[in-house]
T-cell receptor, first 114, second 111 residues
Framework: SQTIHQWPATLVQPVGSPLSLECTVE??????LYWYRQAAGRGLQLLFY??????ISSEVPQNLSASRPQDRQFILSSKKLLLSDSGFYLCAWSVVQASNYGYTFGSGTRLTVV | SQKIEQNSEALNIQEGKTATLTCNYTNYSPAYLQWYRQDPGRGPVFLLL???NEKEKRKERLKVTFDTTLKQSLFHITASQPADSATYLCALGDSNYQLIWGAGTKLIIKP
C-alpha cells in the first residue's frame, strides 16, 4: 500500500537559520508531489509541485525552495528563515494525470520561527 | 480571480442528525470537486470526488452534490456521530489536475 512519510512533526527554528523538511513516498512510482502551507483558518496554499525528478514548479515567490533528488523524495528548504515562514507545512502526492483519486497528505510539520 | 467559499463559522449539529456543509465558488469552471476531512494537527484525508457531469455521489453515510449552474457543492453526513467532528475542506480541480482549496468548515457533532 502507498504511504507518505513527512518529518519532523514539529520544529522551532531561529530567524536566519536554514530549513530542510523531507517527504518520502512508498508504494507508488512517478507520483506528482506537492508542498503546501496552511495558515490558521486559511485554505491550503500550494508552494511547489513536481511531476518528475528534478522538475519543480514554484507557485509563490518566497524565501523557500524545493528539490526532488529521487522519484519518491521531495525536500523543502530555506537558506535563511523569516518569521513569516512559520506555519503548518504539508507534503502530498497524487497519481500522475488522474483525477479519480484525491491527494494523499503527510502528517504535516508545524514550523515556528522565533 | 477564482474564489472558493466555505462557511467560516463552526457548524454545530446534534448527534444523529444530518450535517450539511456548503462549498461555493466563483470565476471558475472546475472539472471535478473533492472533499477532505482534516483533524487538528493532521493532514487532510480524501473523502469523495465528484465530476462536473455528475449530480450526486455517495459513500456510506456521505453524500456530495455538485450543481455547476449554482456553482455550489453540498456535503452531507447522515446519522452524524461525535467522531465525525472535524474540519471539512472542499477543493476544485481543473484539467491540469491542480487543486484550489477552500478554507474549510469546522463541524462539531454534539452527543
Amino acid at each position: 500500500s502507498q504511504t507518505i512519510h513527512q518529518w519532523p512533526a514539529t520544529l522551532v527554528q531561529p530567524v536566519g537559520s536554514p530549513l530542510s523538511l523531507e517527504c518520502t513516498v512508498e508504494g507508488t512510482s512517478n507520483p506528482n508531489l506537492y508542498w503546501y502551507r496552511q495558515a490558521a483558518g486559511r485554505g491550503l496554499q500550494l508552494l511547489f509541485y513536481s511531476v518528475g525528478i528534478g522538475q519543480i514548479s514554484s507557485e509563490v515567490p518566497q524565501n523557500l525552495s524545493a528539490s526532488r533528488p529521487q522519484d519518491r523524495q521531495f525536500i523543502l528548504s530555506s537558506k535563511k528563515l523569516l518569521l513569516s515562514d512559520s506555519g503548518f507545512y504539508l507534503c502530498a502526492w497524487s497519481v500522475v494525470q488522474a483525477s479519480n483519486y484525491g491527494y494523499t497528505f503527510g502528517s504535516g510539520t508545524r514550523l515556528t520561527v522565533v | 480571480s477564482q474564489k472558493i467559499e466555505q462557511n467560516s463559522e463552526a457548524l454545530n449539529i446534534q448527534e444523529g442528525k444530518t450535517a450539511t456543509l456548503t462549498c461555493n465558488y466563483t470565476n471558475y469552471s472546475p472539472a471535478y470537486l473533492q472533499w477532505y476531512r482534516q483533524d487538528p494537527g493532521r493532514g487532510p484525508v480524501f473523502l469523495l470526488l465528484i465530476r462536473e457531469n455528475e449530480k450526486e455521489k455517495r459513500k456510506e453515510r456521505l453524500k456530495v452534490t455538485f450543481d455547476t449552474t449554482l456553482k455550489q457543492s453540498l456535503f452531507h453526513i447522515t446519522a452524524s456521530q461525535p467522531a465525525d467532528s472535524a474540519t471539512y475542506l472542499c477543493a476544485l480541480g481543473d484539467s491540469n489536475y491542480q487543486l484550489i482549496w477552500g478554507a474549510g468548515t469546522k463541524l462539531i457533532i454534539k452527543p
